[in-house]
């Protein structure tokens, strides 16, 4: 009871500083499982990896045994990028749940890593395949472009952005209180 009273106070005294506490609550149990399904999505891919190694006969359709290794070496590495940036907003999550104002360095910070982690992700899946097309010859390969780390990433970017100018915006109303 006095959680609700708390937050009812909360979101009287700050606008919708309570209501964005309670979808902070709600994206933490969102990330926790998203941070599950990248763990198991990377065992999956260095399972891939074991077995394209180990086993010349093994391939995924319609790829064969070199692109099916080329598959789980670029999947491995988008899936460990992506769950840490998961983790990155998992701790931005949290500490907008927890802080006083969500306009602190330390969230824009993390908005930013978030961006810079899903771009060099994008690009590193690009690079990598290549490479690996270039040094394994695979017969048939399908080319992945992640084009959806890239859209997050800009999306992350913007976000960056707005929060670095209410960062500052909060610094200087408190500078002139």
Same mark, same amino acid.
């Given at each position: 009871m006095s959680a609700t009273i708390g937050e009812a106070m909360d979101s009287k005294e700050h606008g919708g500083l309570g209501r964005l506490r309670r979808i902070c609550r709600i994206g933490a149990v969102i990330g926790i499982? @998203?941070?599950? #399904? %990248?763990l198991l999505s @990377?065992?999956?891919? #260095? =399972? &891939?990896?074991?077995?394209?190694?180990? !086993?010349?006969? *093994? $391939? =995924?359709?319609?790829?064969?045994n070199r692109g099916s290794l080329i598959s789980g070496i670029t999947g491995a590495v /988008?899936?460990?990028t992506c769950f840490y940036a998961l983790l990155l907003g998992y701790r931005l999550v949290k500490a907008l749940? !927890? &802080?006083?104002?969500?306009?602190l /360095?330390?969230?824009v910070r993390m908005m930013r890593d978030i961006s810079i982690t899903l771009t060099i992700s994008f690009v590193a899946t690009l690079v990598l395949q290549a490479l690996l097309i270039a040094v394994l010859s695979p *017969?048939?390969?399908?080319? !992945? =472009?992640? @084009? $959806?780390? #890239? %859209?997050?990433?800009?999306i992350s970017y913007v976000m960056y952005l707005i929060f670095e100018?209410?960062? =500052?915006l909060q610094t200087e109303s408190d500078d002139f209180l």
């Open positions: 499982f @998203l941070m599950a #399904l %990248a @990377l065992a999956a891919y #260095l =399972v &891939e990896i074991a077995l394209s190694i180990t !086993d010349p006969g *093994f $391939h =995924v359709d319609p790829m064969d /988008e899936m460990g749940r !927890d &802080e006083r104002s969500p306009f /360095e330390n969230n *017969f048939t390969y399908i080319i !992945d =472009v992640p @084009l $959806h780390f #890239l %859209a997050v990433a800009g100018y209410g960062t =500052v």
